[in-house]
């Protein structure tokens, strides 16, 4: 079968043939039907920093995978041959296209305990963008932001993971508003629920946030939201657009702000953004493309051309 792999750092992904998959003792083997792309692949492709989490080369790429249970291995319980699941790249079975074979082919194989069921109102595509995008959004904004009914909460950034935690807040019962310097997606806040949407949360000057979750990361964006939140109000940063950020240290203290770091999650979580999504209240938006446009994908993440959650569909 046909993979798209990594080979090395500033390379493009290479297409290989490989053999077709079969499980070890508590693994299956999995028909991949949605890979999602994501600003990591980006990432790892440009940056040498990423390699030593890549166990070997070549690699298949593709971490954000959902598709059907079309083999079991020895030991396996609790799914059967037909089952839609997701791929929770953050257990101990590792991270698909980093520790194994990742979704950038038809099959894969991955442990078990790694297998979040989708319900049947959940399509593949936002069942892999649940996988990595909502996993890490709906934690920072519940686990690590614990947000409540009754909150008021800024998201800073309203790209693939920030247009995700808004609406997540919103679900939560949260009064939400949204950061955002791209005009063009002011509409899309709306939608999404949020009281109010301007370029900083500086602009929403007579509002006192509990919870600020920053899915931007340039800096400027987590020093602004120290500045801004709340006595004793928690700062959550999640995006990483800058590896780092000079913060007011008087502001630090004076708010007693609760600044905390939110990457990935559990599958709790990915279940968590499933049942949203079963409910029809939480769908953001995707752009799909096919297996063979993969690398081209890529390269339009990478140059800011994509709107919403990138996935490909076979």
Known sequence: ?????????????????????????????LDVKAAGLCHTDVGVLEDEGWLPLVQRLPMTMGHENAGVVAELGEGVTGFEVGDRVGVCPTTPAGAPGFAFDGGFAPELVVGAEALVPIPDEVDFVLGAAATDAGMTSYSAVIAQGGVKEGDTVGIIGLGGLGQIGARVAVLAGAEVYVAELNEKAWPAARE????????????????????IVDFAGFGTTTAEAVDLIRYDGTVVLAGMGKLEATINTKSLILNQCNLKG??????????????????????PGTTTISFDEIPEGLEKLKNGEVTGRLVAVY
């Open 1 to 29: 079968m046909k993979a798209w792999q990594f080979v090395n750092t500033h390379q493009p992904l290479m297409l290989s043939e490989v053999d077709r998959p079969s499980p070890g003792p508590g693994e299956v083997v």
């Open 192 to 211: 999404l629920g949020a009281k109010g949407v301007s370029p900083s949360l500086k602009d929403f000057s007579d509002v006192s946030f509990d919870v």
């Open 262 to 283: 939110s990457v990935g999650g559990t599958k709790e979580h990915v279940a968590g953004v499933y049942d949203y999504m079963a409910t029809g209240q939480l769908a």
